[in-house]
């Protein structure tokens, strides 16, 4: 054909007619890319995307307003479980009430949503935020063979296991909970300062013993530790005394020395079988009475007829001063 124009020549006759009248003629012009129209909507099929029957929708119904849809059979279109209504979205119910809402209806325990992390070095974490990358809240769950520890917990909270759960982690974007369950089932509260877990709270599984204040084991059912320095105390206040650190009935332990003290302008009182016994004023003179409030730096008082001071030794001597209702003193 060469460099020859095409020209395209069409005639026409009308309905019934048997002459053809000339139509004009065109120039076919070449077109880039152009396909044979018997070859059109091959691609398609040449990709991959044949399919075998018609889609419909399912005999029990055309669908409904708000359900996202699924095949329900093959070639069959019907309602998910998954309900939107332009808010929130719906799992089981048809009224959410939050941005994502999972209701069930069953008399027994069920599992509502599960998060897995299948490696047993790795963990599984849930993140909570709130306006801020730096505020949010953490649930995480270690693998069985995580490898570390919390710092300064490595024998009380090795990672392993372990569930841990806090607020804003304990540094920033670390994802860190301060409460801790271990394997073991211990349960704790620790702060993280200075680059180490200080433990303040921790139940112990093994002892049922609970500690309080320091990273020590419990070894008494409620064992109050510093592990940071070698003073303790326990302070108990009220509305009355105030709460500052010259107010309110002082036990403590100040390396080996041990101290009880009320530190208010009145008495203290030790006792058994639900009466004081031993009464100790505040006053400048150590006044220390038994058996009553004292007049004098030490006073012995008693309900009968005698009063008196016994001295003995382990052999079993003794000696005794008394003095009796007549106001007599023995000996």
């Known amino acids: 054909m060469g460099n020859r124009k095409q020209i395209h020549s069409c005639e026409h006759r009308s309905k019934g007619g048997s002459n053809y009248v000339d139509a004009g003629t065109t120039q076919l012009l070449s077109v ?4 044979y129209a018997d070859k059109a909507g091959m691609a398609k099929e040449t990709a991959g995307g044949t399919r075998a029957g018609t889609v419909s929708t ?5 669908g409904t307003v708000n359900y996202l849809t699924k095949f329900t059979a093959a070639n069959t279109i019907y309602n998910s479980q998954v309900f939107d209504n332009g808010s929130n979205v719906g799992i089981g119910t048809t009224s959410p009430f939050a941005k994502l809402h999972i209701n069930q209806n069953n008399a027994s325990v069920l599992e509502h949503l599960r998060m ?7 963990a599984g974490r849930f993140t909570m935020y709130s306006d801020g990358a730096v505020n949010y809240a953490t649930f995480t769950k270690y693998g069985s063979t995580y490898a570390g520890s919390y710092a300064g917990l490595p024998t009380l909270y090795p990672f392993a296991n372990l569930l841990a759960f806090g607020n804003n982690g304990v540094a920033a974007n670390d994802g860190l909970g301060r409460f801790l369950i271990s394997t073991a089932g211990n349960a704790g509260i620790s702060l993280f300062k200075g ?7 921790h139940a112990d599984f093994t002892t049922e013993n609970v500690g309080i204040g320091g990273n020590s084991a419990p070894v008494s059912r409620v064992h109050l530790n510093n592990t940071d320095g070698s003073n303790m105390d326990l302070r108990l206040t009220n509305t009355a005394s105030g ?3 010259t107010d309110g009935f002082v036990i403590s332990q100040i390396g080996n020395v041990s101290t009880v003290i009320n530190r208010e302008n009145d008495r203290l009182l030790l006792g058994a079988n639900s009466l004081p016994k031993v009464y100790i004023n505040p006053s400048v003179n150590a006044q220390v009475g038994i058996g009553g409030s004292p007049s004098n730096n030490l006073s012995l008082m008693s309900s009968t007829d005698t009063v008196g001071i016994s001295f003995e030794n382990y052999s079993g001597s003794y000696f005794n001063v008394s003095e009796n209702v007549d ?5």
Request: without cysteine.
């Open 32 to 35: 880039p890319y152009a396909i």
């Open 243 to 245: 709460h500052t650190a």
């Open 195 to 201: 680059g180490t877990s200080k433990l303040k709270f």
């Open 327 to 331: 106001g007599q003193l023995m000996l």
């Open 116 to 122: 897995q992390n299948q490696s047993a070095a790795g």
């Open 58 to 62: 399912s005999a029990a119904g055309t």
